[in-house]
């Protein structure tokens, strides 16, 4: 479902040291199907597409059907880092480009809040909500964080204000016992679901994290699912032709051996932009840590080529990139010819128009190694459920051989921490005084 081919690389690296790079992932590969490495506590996410019980995707399913017979036009998804990045990479991916300004709409229009902490974004929101008939899910795992919490204040006051059955438009997705979203939701009577203990945020793509709002946008999550549940038994081998492997081993070695330290994820689809902006909270929570890790960064292409380019074709040399090849298009368009050609484009009349984002792939990925940029290639034959699931899944599972090849824990994130006290600090909160002190002196 997914080819990984490292030719790009080759002329980069000696064979030798690809082999030695590969015995490294080995012994991570290892480390992680042994469920004893750092960390081990998190790796519920291993067996979630095998164990996705039909019986919760039923549950989604009538969630949606009551908010169809309620008429709910617009759902709004509360959530950041891993309790946002997946669902909307989902939604984006698998939706039609322009799906909320079709007229023809089966489905509610999904927004997202409680990602940032703009006023005019969430002044805006409710300008939104108040024409529209409205739901809110919201999702945070540690049922504690601010920018959620905060979105989720002002929706939910709008949404009582509103309606009189508030508490059936408001579905919470948080930790089983613990929180203050849990506090809320049994006092309020939310319907509920759990983030799993042993699932960290960025790898919860496949709980109702992303699968619930997967759902509500009327999106085929068993194929979904499918996907992943595919990928979670062939990267299950231990052996070269496995793409996690090869990845993990390729990408190790140009950052330790050749001096790449950013990685840049690149797409020619816009469905794929938020791809990048899952995998960069993926990789970068699980990798830098320790004065250590590569920088994960994405590229939109051909959009980017006329920003980007030059800077990846003829800059500073610290980059490689891995592409994501979707190898078909799911609907037919071809540049038709015209009498007077002024556009001179003629001479690409009656091909498809993928035909020349594959030329342009192509002339890129060699252009960009010519510059000594090496090149991972990942294809897909389509962008579909089952090759995003399976994506999500490789991606994961490649994450944590590769954090291990690096000798890091995957599966915690102690710098995210930092921030968050100084800005409770500065904001006031009881129990920050000694913290606020000391940075008013800096101030
Ligand atoms: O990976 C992580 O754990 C974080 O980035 C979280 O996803 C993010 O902070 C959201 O946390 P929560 O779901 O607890 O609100």
């Given at each position: 479902m997914i080819n990984i081919d490292l030719k790009g690389c080759m002329s980069f690296v000696k064979e030798e040291e690809y082999k030695n790079y590969l015995e490294k992932a080995y012994a991570a590969f290892d480390t992680l199907a042994s469920e004893k490495g750092a960390g081990n506590d998190f790796l519920g996410w291993k067996h979630l597409p095998s164990s996705i019980d039909e019986s919760l995707l039923g549950e989604f399913e009538a969630i949606k059907k009551s908010w169809q017979e309620k008429s709910i036009d617009l759902v709004v998804v509360i959530g950041i880092g891993g309790s946002y990045l997946g669902a909307k990479c989902a939604i984006d991916a698998l939706s039609h480009n322009f799906a909320s300004l079709m007229k023809t709409k089966n489905n509610p229009d999904i927004v997202f809040a409680g990602n940032n902490?703009?006023?005019?974004?969430?002044?805006?929101?409710?300008?939104?909500?108040?024409?529209?008939?409205?739901?809110?899910?919201?999702?945070?795992?540690?049922?504690?964080?601010?920018?959620?919490?905060?979105?989720?204040r002002i929706v939910k006051q709008f949404i009582e204000e509103k309606y009189q059955d508030a508490s059936s438009r408001i579905v919470a997705i948080t930790d089983a016992k613990k929180g203050a979203l849990k506090t809320l939701s049994v006092q309020e009577n939310y319907k509920t679901f759990v983030v799993p203990d042993n699932v960290g945020g960025r790898f919860s793509v496949l709980t109702p994290v992303g699968l619930l709002p997967i759902v509500l946008a009327g999106l085929d999550v068993r194929a979904l699912v499918a996907g992943a549940k595919a990928m979670e038994e062939s990267l299950n081998v231990k052996s070269e032709q496995n793409p996690a492997i090869q990845y993990?081993?390729?990408?190790?070695?140009?950052?330790?051996?050749?001096?790449?330290?950013?990685e840049v994820l690149v797409n020619y689809n816009p469905k794929f932009v938020f791809l990048?902006?899952?995998?960069?909270?993926?990789?970068?929570?699980?990798?830098?840590?320790?004065?250590?890790?590569?920088?994960?960064?994405?590229?939109?292409?051909?959009?980017?080529?006329?920003?980007?380019?030059?800077?990846?074709?003829?800059?500073?040399?610290?980059?490689?990139?891995?592409?994501?090849?979707?190898?078909?298009?799911?609907?037919?368009?071809?540049?038709?010819?015209?009498?007077?050609?002024?556009?001179?484009?003629?001479?690409?009349?009656?091909?498809?128009?993928?035909?020349?984002?594959?030329?342009?792939?192509?002339?890129?990925?060699?252009?960009?190694?010519?510059?000594?940029?090496?090149?991972?290639?990942?294809?897909?034959?389509?962008?579909?459920?089952?090759?995003?699931?399976?994506?999500?899944?490789?991606?994961?599972?490649?994450?944590?051989?590769?954090?291990?090849?690096?000798?890091?824990?995957?599966?915690?994130?102690?710098?995210?921490?930092?921030?968050?006290?100084?800005?409770?600090?500065?904001?006031?909160?009881?129990?920050?005084?000694?913290?606020?002190?000391?940075?008013?002196?800096?101030?």
């Open positions: 902490l703009s006023q005019d974004y969430l002044a805006e929101l409710l300008e939104l909500m108040s024409e529209r008939n409205v739901a809110c899910v919201v999702i945070s795992k540690s049922g504690t964080t601010t920018e959620p919490a905060v979105a989720f993990a081993a390729m990408r190790n070695l140009l950052y330790s051996q050749k001096s790449k330290s950013v990048g902006e899952w995998w960069k909270q993926l990789y970068g929570e699980s990798e830098g840590k320790e004065n250590k890790g590569i920088f994960p960064a994405s590229v939109n292409f051909t959009t980017d080529l006329h920003s980007m380019g030059q800077f990846i074709q003829d800059g500073t040399r610290i980059m490689f990139e891995t592409v994501v090849n979707v190898k078909s298009a799911d609907k037919d368009l071809k540049i038709a010819s015209d009498e007077q050609n002024l556009d001179q484009l003629n001479y690409l009349a009656g091909k498809d128009v993928e035909h020349l984002n594959a030329m342009a792939m192509l002339g890129t990925s060699l252009a960009h190694i010519d510059g000594g940029v090496p090149q991972i290639a990942l294809s897909v034959d389509r962008v579909s459920p089952e090759s995003l699931g399976a994506l999500f899944y490789f991606f994961e599972f490649a994450c944590g051989i590769s954090a291990y090849t690096l000798g890091i824990n995957p599966f915690d994130q102690p710098g995210v921490e930092a921030y968050k006290k100084n800005m409770f600090a500065l904001l006031g909160k009881e129990g920050y005084e000694k913290e606020a002190e000391e940075l008013r002196k800096r101030l």
